[in-house]
């Protein structure tokens, strides 16, 4: 369907209108914004309030402790795969960076000194992976889905080298973070918080712009001055590092290693970020939505075991739910434009 | 310093000895080009002459073969268009790069906007510099925080101008920018290259409409298969003149005769129609072997009406086609009831030609449930269909069997046109089907919409350019605000009278004078 797209400018002619007020300014706005993340606040809240109705205690502190440590790995790593999926490319490598995150921490993570030590070296091989990627899809041209599929089976290879099975440890010192509190919240809450207000501060970045840019229209990116290698080379390693962070929360969630632990990520991951509103075609979308995406998929499956249902069922729904939030995705926007022009 | 050197102080741009070949195919060769500070030199040829491979080296979006490009006396060899407009030479590209997911204001100011301290995009201070430099460009309709992916292509046009003006070059290169405007648009955008010149910038101004070149340009460079034919000065070549040497021959006529009088049977009877917004209780008439004309600024419901017609979007009211009343909901629907479209997008990217099939294959696309025989397409069966209207319509070698891309617009337009014929339809709509086309495209496709209208085709055609209004159709319908609002016959107005009628003024025509018919033949 082609919609009669407005705006006739009769040049000259037409004076400027009177400036709206604030209140009209923020009216505007909120029509303007994007439907999609608000749809999914409100799924991820009904959910929420599902699974309270269901199982008593679920409105308090420590729970919603529970809920956001339970998220964080998932939430992290689908904010740096968000990015990716702006530029309308995809990383896979973020399960096999987790993957080896994860049995590095198991191995070596024996004190506090060596934690700190191989938490450096974890977030270093991130980045690289990342810039791995970067290079050979922005220099080399090659297919964002084929050159991350590759460097995830390198990844998760090099993780069973490090760690051939399920096992290690990590300090208790480390994981309890996860589920401690700071001034009275818990930390997996302020880190979902520092987490979206640095998004809130990248996203109106002239670096972002560039990353939506590119998303948006490669072609007009590039006439506008985008360099489309470098800033494909920015992308995926904020992606990595992202990865790498988010197998130090995966350690400090399981307390142990895992080799394959990343593999069962990828598709919440992406899930997270569709459901969360961001456009598979690029362009679009953004961390606040990915994280009602990511609670979501984790209240999924809580929900799924307080129905004391089969955990496959949890991989079921997950998958499920991203076919429906594809479906869904576009065509709330589109209804929503629709809506705004009539 | 030679004295050559020296030369090239004086002029603004200079361009000397371009060649570029893409894949062993020369698009220029040897082109030298300059450029004064203070005029506006126009650049003409037909499409695939080299004119935007030209703009593009200039600019940096392809990188020259040979040759070397000067500004103000000093090598300018930009690595992309930004580092170019940064450094003076700004161009409104043909296929209006902007990034549609962005605002206007993000568009204009893109690696330019302001910052706060904290390194983010000061969105208010950017507000405030969009819409000063709108109100100095008298845009003052344009909304810096709409998104670009909700404007019209003129209102996008508009957005690139403003992106390229936004930098102040010294050097403004307009390619193909009036293809997408109407009357008063173009008017604008004219005088707004008269006022850069005036302020001793130098405008390179590329256009296929020759009436807007004379009128603007102080000198004309014809390129010709990636050569320069000559450069002549305002006044010293008529426009036979210009298009005979971007044609390498002479054309004898744009405008080929009219077809025979249309029959008294209506073909396609349009009451109230009504669609979206724009639309509002149009009504029309189109006789078998009738051109009727559409004329329209942007945006007054033209669009809509054609889309409705065709079933693209819903419409109400009542449309007849042989007398018969049709319900025309989708594509399929008005494939039924005898209607084809050929609808030139309004981006140009997707044409309804998929560019890696034969001829051949395009063509028998929509009729393959008739052509198959237990499953199997015969392909001398196939060939027995498509031929002839390859035939017919003249369409590139002849054969049917070149790929799609491998053909120039017009000829793809053809194939858009052929496609219909095959499915049956007795009524075509053609929606601007002209635009950015050369002048010897041009005349190939009136060519066969006049042989159609002979064969008692009805056609509705709806076109940006008024000389084409004038010397095309049987009789002009005026849209304006969503209705039809004038009617004129073939010859019996004056190009100020049809701009008057789009505008909202005085519907209907007047005595005329002689001397205000348009020519029929040449612009």
């Not at chain 2, 309004?346 to 309804?352: L, V, W």
């Amino acid at each position: 369907m082609i919609e009669g797209a407005d705006l006739s400018v009769a040049p000259g002619a037409v004076a400027a209108g009177v400036p709206p007020s604030p209140a009209g300014r923020l009216a505007a706005r909120a029509r303007r914004g994007d439907i999609r993340p608000v749809a999914a606040w409100i799924l991820m809240l009904a959910l929420f309030f599902t699974y309270a109705s269901l199982q008593s205690g679920v409105i308090s502190n420590a729970q919603i402790g529970t809920l956001c440590a339970d998220t964080l790995p998932l939430v992290t790593l689908a904010l740096g795969e968000g990015l990716v999926i702006i530029t309308a490319g995809i990383d896979l490598s973020v399960g096999g960076v987790l993957s080896l995150g994860t049995a590095i921490a198991a191995v070596h993570f024996t004190n506090s000194s060596q934690t700190l030590l191989w938490s450096i070296v974890i977030i270093v091989l991130g980045v690289t992976a990342g810039v791995i990627n970067g290079a050979l899809i922005g220099y080399l041209r090659l297919q964002p889905f084929i050159v991350t599929l590759a460097t995830w089976s390198i990844f998760d290879g090099l993780a069973l080298e490090v760690l051939p099975t399920q096992g290690g440890s990590v300090p208790t010192g480390f994981s309890n973070w996860i589920g401690a509190s700071t001034a009275g919240i818990p930390n997996a809450v302020w880190a979902i918080l520092v987490m979206a207000v640095i998004w809130l501060w990248f996203k109106q970045t002239k670096v972002a712009r560039r990353i939506y840019a590119l998303g948006s229209d490669r072609e007009g990116a590039r006439i506008s001055g985008v360099h489309r290698p470098r800033t494909l080379v920015a992308t995926y390693a904020i992606s990595g590092l992202c990865a790498a962070v988010a197998a130090l929360f995966y350690a400090m969630l399981t307390a142990s290693g895992d080799p394959t632990a990343g593999d069962g990520l990828i598709l919440p991951a992406v899930a997270a970020v569709v459901i969360g509103g961001t456009s598979l075609f690029g362009g679009q979308g953004g961390f606040i939505g990915t994280i009602a995406g990511a609670l979501t998929l984790t209240l999924l499956g809580d929900v799924i075991f307080v129905f004391n249902l089969p955990s496959y069922w949890t991989v079921f729904a997950d998958g499920f739910l991203l076919v429906v939030a594809v479906l869904l995705g576009g065509s709330l926007r589109s209804l929503q434009l629709r809506w705004l022009r009539r | 310093m030679t004295t050559a050197d020296l030369d090239k102080t004086s002029e603004l741009l200079v361009v000397e000895g371009l060649t570029k070949a893409f894949a062993g195919v020369h698009a220029l060769t040897d082109v030298s080009f300059d450029l004064r500070a203070g005029e506006v030199h126009a650049l003409l040829g037909e499409n695939g002459a080299g004119k935007s491979t030209l703009v593009k080296a200039v600019s940096g979006v392809v990188k020259p073969d040979h040759g070397q490009v000067f500004l103000r006396g000093q090598p300018f060899a930009p690595r992309d268009p930004d580092e170019s407009s940064r450094r003076g030479v700004g161009v409104v590209f043909q296929e209006l790069p902007l990034i549609p997911d962005l605002s206007v204001m993000e568009n204009v100011f893109f690696n330019r906007q302001p910052l706060t301290r904290l390194g983010t995009v000061a969105g208010r201070r950017m507000r405030a510099r969009a819409e000063e430099l709108f109100s100095d460009l008298g845009l003052q309709g344009l909304d810096p925080v709409k998104q670009v992916r909700d404007l019209s292509v003129a209102a996008r046009q508009f957005v690139a101008i403003a992106k390229v003006l936004a930098d102040d070059p010294a050097v403004v290169v307009l390619d193909e920018a009036t293809s997408a405007l109407g009357p008063a648009e173009v008017t604008w955008l004219l005088e707004q290259a008269s006022t850069l010149a005036a302020k001793g910038k130098g405008i390179v101004f590329i256009s296929h409409r020759l009436a807007e070149v004379e009128d603007v340009s102080d000198r004309v460079t014809v390129l010709r298969n990636g050569r320069k034919v000559g450069t002549w000065d305002r006044g010293q070549a008529s426009a036979d003149d210009l298009i005979s040497a971007m044609l390498g021959r002479t054309l004898e006529q744009l405008y080929p005769v009219r077809a025979a009088a249309p029959r008294p049977n209506v073909l396609l009877g349009v009451q109230d129609l009504s669609a979206g917004r724009r639309l509002r209780h149009a009504s029309l008439d189109v006789h078998e072997g009738e051109i009727l004309g559409v004329a329209g600024l942007e945006g007054q419901g033209q669009l809509e009406l054609f889309l409705s017609l065709y079933g693209v979007i819903r419409s109400h009211g009542t449309i007849t086609v042989a007398g018969e009343r049709r319900h025309i909901r989708s594509p399929r629907d008005a494939l039924k009831a005898g209607i084809g479209m050929a609808l030139v997008p309004e981006d140009r990217k997707t044409e309804g030609i998929l560019p890696t099939l034969t001829v051949r294959e395009n063509l028998s696309l929509p009729i393959l449930k008739k052509l198959h025989s237990h499953g199997i397409l015969g392909r001398a069966n196939e060939r027995a269909y498509t031929q002839p209207v390859v035939t017919d319509l003249k369409i590139g070698r002849g054969d049917g069997e070149q790929t799609a891309s491998s053909l120039s617009g017009g000829n793809q337009q053809k194939v858009i046109v052929g496609k219909f014929l095959l499915t049956g339809a007795r009524l075509l709509l053609l929606y601007d089907l002209t635009r950015g086309v050369d002048v010897g495209t041009k005349a190939e496709i009136f060519k066969t919409v006049q042989k159609l209208a002979n064969d008692g085709y009805g056609v509705l055609f709806y076109s940006s350019d008024i000389t084409e209004l004038a010397n095309v159709p049987h009789r002009v319908v005026v849209m304006f605000d969503g209705r039809v609002t004038a009617d004129f016959p073939a010859g019996a107005f004056s190009q100020e009278e049809l701009v008057a009628a789009m505008v909202g003024q005085h519907p209907g025509p007047g005595p005329l004078g002689e001397s205000d018919l348009i020519a029929p033949a040449m612009p």
